[in-house]
């Protein structure tokens, strides 16, 4: 098996039931090397774990861009937020007793 596939497999929501079946506790689950034995893990051929493996990869990397480039965005507009308040907002000072 690749283990990058594995890792994944790992993350799969039906993987992480299987493991709460054997699993132990309630707040901190925690599954013995020898509890996780006896989970199953249906692994296809080499030749689509690589596939999956790629696609999956390319998503991650995709994410990860994705945030990146959304943090910079908000950060942006908070800035832009901010310099337009504060324009909008600076009145000008008049002196007292004219109007």
Known sequence: MIPRCLAYLATAQNFQISKRKVAKGTKVIE???VDLSRVEILAPSIG???KVVDILDRFD???????DGLS????????????Y??????????AIGTE
């Open 31 to 33: 599954a013995a090397p």
């Open 48 to 50: 689509t774990q690589q």
């Open 61 to 67: 990397s995709l994410m990860a861009s994705l945030s």
């Open 72 to 83: 910079a965005e908000i950060e942006a507009r908070n800035q832009q937020y901010e310099y």
């Open 85 to 94: 308040r504060d324009r909008l907002l600076d009145f000008p000072r008049k």
